[in-house]
């Protein structure tokens, strides 16, 4: 997972919930909903979530030699 270790604008740290996020809205939470508990009220940060791509799955069968 390459997800973003600090937001791109305000620098607050964003990577270590990743994973309680994805977990949360796997089980049908809204995304919403559970950025707000998590203490993500800048839209900022908030789109660090929301416009997450996780493309690992894809690259890594293209290794460079």
Same mark, same amino acid.
């Given at each position: 997972?390459?997800?973003?270790?600090?937001?791109?604008?305000?620098?607050?740290?964003?990577?270590?919930?990743?994973?309680?996020?994805?977990?949360?809205?796997?089980?049908?939470?809204?995304?919403? !909903?559970? @950025?707000?508990?998590?203490? =993500?009220?800048?839209?900022?940060?908030?789109?660090?979530?929301?416009?997450?791509?996780?493309?690992?799955? !894809?690259? @890594?069968?293209?290794?460079? =030699?």
């Amino acid at each position: 997972m390459l997800v973003p270790v600090r937001c791109f604008t305000c620098g607050k740290p964003v990577g270590e919930y990743w994973e309680s996020f994805e977990e949360r809205t796997s089980k049908g939470e809204d995304a919403g !909903e559970v @950025l707000t508990e998590l203490g =993500f009220n800048r839209y900022c940060c908030r789109r660090m979530f929301l416009g997450h791509v996780d493309l690992i799955d !894809e690259i @890594l069968p293209y290794q460079r =030699f």
